[in-house]
């Protein structure tokens, strides 16, 4: 037998440390002029069958890491010897299990791009079979496309939840249908809408992404408020948001190159998050979990800690423009992770630092240095 089974190459930042199920492989649309993930990859659905080996297989390498447990002495406890297999596993299927082991073993993932495109009763079973199989396992999520939960019967999604499937999330990106079409999104903001409430009613957790700065200088304003109206009709429980970074193997990027988008600095960004925050009146938490984001603070319950959340923002737009441009600087090569980082006199020089460096002796950044680093972030 050989112990290994295949891995997709994302998960979103709050499934790190799932065990990962590859159902699907790539994605069956591939077309968002701001996604690198999938480009030159082809989609295929997986067969049941080979979906149930891989689970088979994770189990096998659970029962290995406990078996070394025991021979190890330490009486079937795996966190000891996950964390060495971790550190020094045979391959990423190893490596995925153990940390998956490492922290409890209660999640799983299912890759890729969108799982609700696999025909209903197959998912069904495939879910069914990997709470089974590893019944430490209290959560399984996985990721799904607008399009496709709009075009799923209510009965579907329900027979999904009851066969164990936790949450989806789903990238919403806007809710502004001109930004939409233009970076082919392949969803309408009405499709977001019913798809997310056919998700929302039948029970599953629901999970949107919102990529700010996605409308760059032109369409920031609508892009706020008409993605605020469409997630206040979805009321998903959780909001989570990213920030636009470019790289070359996006499509995007050649529309930059050609002067078809400018990007938005990220002071303008900030102005665009607090319009957005402001025009919600959904019952999400608001999430912003992402390395890309400037203000990671800005994370709450709506609608009590929406006050909170603009507070941060004022926090940010109140400071003086070299303190703007530190922070800013900061948050991009890594040094800072939040607005009070700026009262760390060590970590404040060494920013000073690097300003000198990127400006290259002068204390002046440019834009475009911002968005170079920015783009390291992404795959
Ligand atoms: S954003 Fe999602 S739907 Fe669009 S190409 Fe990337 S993986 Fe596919």
Same mark, same amino acid.
């Given at each position: !037998? ?7 190459? /994302? *998960?979103?930042?709050? $499934? ?5 199920? %590859? +159902? =699907?492989?790539?994605?069956p ?84 791009a969108n799982s609700l495109i !696999? ?7 495939? /879910? *069914?079979?990997?709470? $089974? ?5 209290? %959560? +399984? =999520?996985?990721?799904g496309r607008?399009?496709t ?231």
């Amino acid at each position: !037998m050989t112990y290994s089974f295949e891995l997709g190459p /994302i *998960r979103p930042p709050s $499934e790190a440390y799932s065990l990962l199920i %590859r +159902v =699907t492989m790539n994605c069956p649309w591939n077309r968002c002029k701001f996604c690198p993930t999938y480009k030159g990859e082809k989609f295929q659905l997986r067969s049941v069958e080979n979906i149930k080996q891989d689970i088979k297989t994770a189990k096998s390498i659970q029962d290995k890491i406990k078996e070394l447990s025991w021979k190890s002495g330490y009486g079937g406890r795996v966190k000891e010897i996950a964390a060495s297999v971790f550190n020094n596993p045979p391959n990423e299927a190893f490596r995925n299990v153990a940390l998956w082991l490492y922290t409890g073993g209660e999640s799983a993932f299912l890759q890729d791009a969108n799982s609700l495109i !696999m025909r209903t009763n197959e998912l069904a079973e495939v /879910i *069914r079979f990997l709470r $089974e199989t590893l019944p430490s396992i209290k %959560r +399984v =999520t996985s990721y799904g496309r607008s399009k496709t939960a709009a075009k799923k019967k209510p009965e579907e999604l329900t027979e999904l939840y009851e066969a164990g499937l936790s949450r989806l999330h789903i990238g919403l990106e806007s809710g502004y249908d001109p930004l939409l079409q233009y970076m082919d999104k392949g969803a309408t903001a009405a499709e977001h809408i019913k798809g997310g409430r056919n998700i929302v009613e039948s029970g599953i957790s629901l999970c949107e992404y919102v990529i700010l700065g996605l409308g760059g200088k032109e369409m920031w304003r609508e892009h706020a408020i008409e993605t605020a109206r469409v997630l206040n009709e979805i009321d998903p429980d959780f909001i989570r948001v990213r920030t636009l970074a470019v790289h070359n193997k996006m499509p995007l990027y050649n529309e930059i190159e050609n002067g078809n988008f400018i990007q938005a600095t990220d002071e303008e960004i900030v102005e665009e998050e607090k319009l957005f925050i402001e025009h919600l009146e959904c019952h999400s938490n608001y999430v912003s979990d992402h390395i890309t984001n400037l203000l990671q603070e800005i994370e709450g319950k709506l609608p009590q800690e929406k006050e909170k959340m603009l507070a941060s923002i004022d926090r940010f737009q109140s400071l003086p423009p070299e303190e703007k441009t530190n922070f800013r600087v900061g948050r991009r090569v890594g040094i800072y992770s939040h607005l009070d980082d700026l009262y760390d006199l060590c970590k404040h020089q060494a920013v000073e630092q690097a300003i000198q460096q990127l400006g290259q002796g002068n204390n002046q950044i440019n834009e475009e240095a911002i968005h170079t680093l920015m783009g390291r972030f992404i795959v």
